[in-house]
């Protein structure tokens, strides 16, 4: 059963990965400025520029270029930068390792801490403990990435002298060993913080109000009556039945964390997918701005993909059709 299950929300993947494509395709043509401009300069002459319009199938009508590139990508072709001239795959490649050093910690930080706090706010609801730790959560969600990154900047960088500014490694480390792991540790820090900080919220505040419904249940009630100890309760009996949603929140919050690193990235001069399409929407580089958000979609679907199997481990109740 979860093996057709699989296999038919795979298949329904194709037309929403299609009509991602479609509207990001449509939107970056339609947006002001063209990559000739960046490649030409503006003294360059019109029959170079046109020459340059012609070299990349940009003098051709809208809808033959969005059928040629869709039948490129048929053929698992994500073309070639207009910028850089080299392969679009290669180019993404060459990013992903660095966001994901940012992505899979934050993940990972924002699902523990987060249901850590929900979980010790939902013991005693209304709580002096309970209120101090929503407050925390909701300002954390409530403040953009870009100030709480400046302010953590401000803070520990220029301030304390903690931490490093930006960039992945220091110039001077070797780039190997333990030496080179600690550099890389320590630039790490502040963007996963930065990262981390709105979604740990998120998960702490679904986590907490999960958990409050589920004490209220009869079954609760009576595993309380049988002197089961409050911990216990918690963990054993209403935590389970409360994991189910987290998880799928967990998974939707991973193209929130994809799309955050765009502007984290920028913020610490990370090189990863979120300062390459930044960059490359600045010199209207569309082939890498549409692989790099096809890229994004396809990391999505797959996480919930994987989330919605997951879901009955989490929950036995559920049965996959």
Same mark, same amino acid.
């Given at each position: 059963m979860t093996g057709?299950?699989?296999?038919?929300?795979?298949?329904?993947?194709?037309?929403?990965?299609?009509?991602?494509?479609?509207?990001? /395709?449509?939107?970056?043509?339609?947006?002001?400025?063209?990559?000739?401009?960046?490649?030409?300069?503006?003294q360059s002459s019109a029959e170079y520029r046109a020459s340059l319009e012609q070299r990349?199938?940009?003098?051709?009508?809208?809808?033959?270029?969005?059928?040629?590139?869709?039948?490129?990508?048929?053929?698992?072709?994500?073309?070639?930068?207009? #910028?850089?001239?080299?392969?679009?795959?290669?180019? #993404?490649?060459?990013? =992903?390792?660095?966001?994901?050093?940012?992505?899979?910690?934050?993940?990972?930080?924002?699902?523990?801490?987060?249901?850590?706090?929900?979980?010790?706010?939902?013991?005693?609801?209304?709580? /002096?403990?309970?209120r101090l730790l929503m407050v925390g959560a909701l300002s954390g969600q409530c403040t953009p990435v870009f100030v709480s990154g400046l302010v953590l900047v401000l803070v520990f960088s220029l301030w304390l002298g903690w931490l490093p500014v930006q960039g992945m490694r220091t110039a001077r480390s070797?780039?190997?060993?333990?030496?080179?792991?600690?550099?890389?540790?320590?630039?790490? =820090?502040?963007?996963?913080?930065?990262l981390t900080l709105p979604h740990i919220a998120i998960i702490a505040r679904l986590t907490r109000s999960g958990t409050i419904n589920e004490l209220h249940q009869p079954y609760v009630t009576t595993a309380r009556a049988k002197g089961v100890a409050p911990g216990k309760v918690i963990?054993?009996?209403?935590?389970p039945n409360t994991l189910g949603p987290v998880a799928?929140? #967990?998974?939707?919050?991973?193209? /929130?964390?994809?799309?955050?690193?765009? #502007?984290?990235?920028?913020? /610490?001069?990370?090189p990863g997918l979120g300062r390459l399409t930044l960059d490359a929407a600045l010199a209207r580089d569309y082939p890498v701005m549409l692989g790099v958000v096809l890229v994004v979609a396809v990391a999505v679907a797959l996480v919930n993909l994987a989330v919605d199997l997951l879901y009955p481990v989490l929950d036995p109740r559920v049965r996959l059709r």
């Amino acid at each position: 059963m979860t093996g057709h299950y699989a296999l038919r929300r795979a298949a329904s993947l194709v037309p929403s990965l299609l009509l991602v494509v479609t509207a990001t /395709f449509a939107l970056v043509h339609l947006a002001p400025g063209n990559p000739v401009n960046t490649l030409a300069g503006g003294q360059s002459s019109a029959e170079y520029r046109a020459s340059l319009e012609q070299r990349f199938g940009l003098d051709r009508p809208l809808p033959e270029q969005y059928l040629r590139y869709v039948s490129r990508l048929a053929r698992g072709d994500l073309g070639r930068s207009i #910028i850089q001239g080299r392969p679009v795959a290669e180019v #993404i490649l060459e990013r =992903v390792p660095a966001t994901l050093m940012l992505v899979v910690p934050a993940l990972v930080l924002s699902a523990g801490v987060g249901a850590a706090l929900g979980i010790a706010a939902s013991r005693r609801p209304g709580s /002096f403990r309970d209120r101090l730790l929503m407050v925390g959560a909701l300002s954390g969600q409530c403040t953009p990435v870009f100030v709480s990154g400046l302010v953590l900047v401000l803070v520990f960088s220029l301030w304390l002298g903690w931490l490093p500014v930006q960039g992945m490694r220091t110039a001077r480390s070797a780039g190997h060993g333990m030496e080179g792991t600690a550099d890389l540790a320590r630039h790490l =820090v502040l963007p996963v913080v930065t990262l981390t900080l709105p979604h740990i919220a998120i998960i702490a505040r679904l986590t907490r109000s999960g958990t409050i419904n589920e004490l209220h249940q009869p079954y609760v009630t009576t595993a309380r009556a049988k002197g089961v100890a409050p911990g216990k309760v918690i963990s054993r009996h209403a935590l389970p039945n409360t994991l189910g949603p987290v998880a799928t929140a #967990i998974g939707n919050e991973t193209a /929130f964390l994809l799309g955050g690193a765009v #502007i984290t990235e920028r913020i /610490f001069g990370w090189p990863g997918l979120g300062r390459l399409t930044l960059d490359a929407a600045l010199a209207r580089d569309y082939p890498v701005m549409l692989g790099v958000v096809l890229v994004v979609a396809v990391a999505v679907a797959l996480v919930n993909l994987a989330v919605d199997l997951l879901y009955p481990v989490l929950d036995p109740r559920v049965r996959l059709r």
